[in-house]
Each structure stands twice: as C-alpha cells, then as structure tokens.
C-alpha cells in the first residue's frame, strides 16, 4: 500500500496543473538552485572561464558580506529602494485608474489601449534625453524612467483584468437596481481585485528591471550606479553582488506581495 502511494504521489508531478506536496515543491526549488551554482562553481573553480569575467562563488560571498558589513552600502541600498518605490507607485496610481476605465467602457478603450499599445514598445532608455531635457538630472529624472518603462504596462494589463470580470456578474447586479456606478465600485472593482495583485506584482518586478537604466541618469548613488561603477574597472565581484542583491531585494518583495494576495484572497487562484 506504501508502495502504491508512493508510486501514486510521484505520478501527480507531471499532472497538468495538479497540487503537489510541499516537499516536492521544494525539492523542485532546491534542485534549480544547486543546479545553477554546480555550474557556476564548475565554470570558475575549473578555469573554464578567466576569473575576470566569472568570479568565484566564494570571492563573490566574500565581496556580498564585505559590502553589507559597510552602512554605505545600505544607503546605496536604500535610495535605489526609494527609486524603484516611487516610480510603482506613481504607475500604479494613474495607471490602474485608467485601466479600469479603458477595461469598463468600450468607448475609454478606444483612446487609451491603443496610445498605450504604441508606447508600450519604446524602451524606456530611449525617453533618457528627453527626460533630461524636461526633468534635469535629479530624482524626478530617475523614477520618471522607471514610472514610463512600468505605466503603460500598468494601464494594459489593468484594463486586461477589468475586462475579464465575467457579464453575468454586470447583468446580475443590473437585475438588482444597481446603478452604473454602484456596477463598478461594488462589482467590477472587487471582482477583479485578486489579478490587479498578481498583475501590481509582475510590474514591481518590471520596475527593479528599469533600475539600472534609471541610474544611467547622472547618477551618484544607487545599486545601479554601483554596477556601472564597478564595470568601469572590471570589478566582476562588486558586478555580481549588485545583481544578487537586486535579485534577493526583488525576491522579498514578491513574496511579501504574494502572501498579501493570498491572506486578502484566499478563495481567489492568484492567492494561492
């Protein structure tokens, strides 16, 4: 009977879509990770590739804890974090209004998806010269790069979510004497709630991306800056320790976002 659980537990790993247990899961997690760094650790220690291009797991280590003992760092930490915030948030605020709207009534779509679509494939290291022009070189400069390469994301992938709340919840609330707006404030807007976490989830992850290239931007301080700082003089450890705080920064905030989605919407798929 042992034998057939077993054999019946190992089978639902590659059902489609199927729950597995935690523990596979985080086999499955563990296995991605040491995967990558046997590779890394075979790439260097082997000399398969010059020191100066990968650095040693244990040099980069060395250089992570060295950087995070200096309170400098946590100040270039700190206002990278304060960079990427403001740029969200600023995207978030106008973007998701109007992709409600553009969601809602066929008539905002008209003049809103479609400005966004066109933009929305203009890298937004092309709009740095004319940020300079209209911002100067200061903090505006640098969240105004990361809000264009995040906003027009944002209006998109709102107006998505808004317009897949299903008719028979509009037709339902119709029925009962709502008005147009009770409609969308007591209908649309909770309906679609759990996917506008995941999709405010996916832009913070678009937004850490946009870091560097907002601290192309005359900059001074930031992990950006620190990256393009150290590239100048191939520090490939301080290289590596940007790109892995960056990533171990980004990692916390998913999480933190995603646990947010599951308490709020546990009944919700995108809260599991």
């Not at 969601?103 to 479609?114: D, H, L, M, N, Y």
């Not at 309906?191 to 992850?205: E, F, H, S």
Request: charged share 15%; proline share 4%; hydrophobic share 55%.
């Amino acid at each position: 009977m042992e034998w057939r659980q077993r054999r019946r537990n190992n089978a639902m790993l590659f059902k489609i879509r199927e729950d597995i247990s935690k523990r596979w899961y985080f086999t499955g997690v563990a296995i991605a990770f040491l995967s990558l760094s046997f590779v890394w650790i075979l790439l260097s220690y082997a000399k398969l590739v010059d020191e100066v291009f990968l650095p040693s797991p244990s040099n980069v280590i060395e250089s992570l804890f060295s950087s995070l003992l200096n309170p400098d760092y946590w100040k270039e930490i700190g206002i990278s974090v304060y960079r990427v915030f403001m740029g969200f948030l600023l995207a978030c605020i106008l973007g998701i209004p109007l992709g409600i709207l553009a969601g809602t009534f066929k008539f905002a779509e008209s003049f809103i998806v479609p400005v966004s679509e066109f933009i929305r494939y203009m890298p937004a290291a092309a709009f740095i010269p004319l940020i300079m022009v209209w911002a100067g070189i200061g903090e505006v400069a640098k969240i105004l790069v990361i809000f264009i390469g995040c906003f027009f994301q944002v209006v998109l992938m709102v107006a998505d979510n808004t317009s897949q709340v299903h008719k028979d919840l509009l037709y339902a609330s119709y029925t009962l004497g709502a008005t147009r707006w009770q409609v969308v404030s007591k209908v649309i807007i909770p309906a679609m709630l759990p996917q506008l976490m995941t999709t405010m989830r996916l832009i913070m992850g678009w937004a850490w991306t946009y870091l560097v290239v907002a601290e192309l931007v005359a900059a001074n301080s930031g992990l950006g800056y620190s990256i393009m700082k150290a590239q100048r003089f191939l520090d490939t450890n301080s290289i590596f320790v940007g790109i892995i705080v960056i990533g171990l920064l980004g990692l916390i905030i998913d999480r933190c976002f995603a646990m947010i989605n599951k308490k709020l919407f546990p009944w919700a798929e995108g809260g599991n």
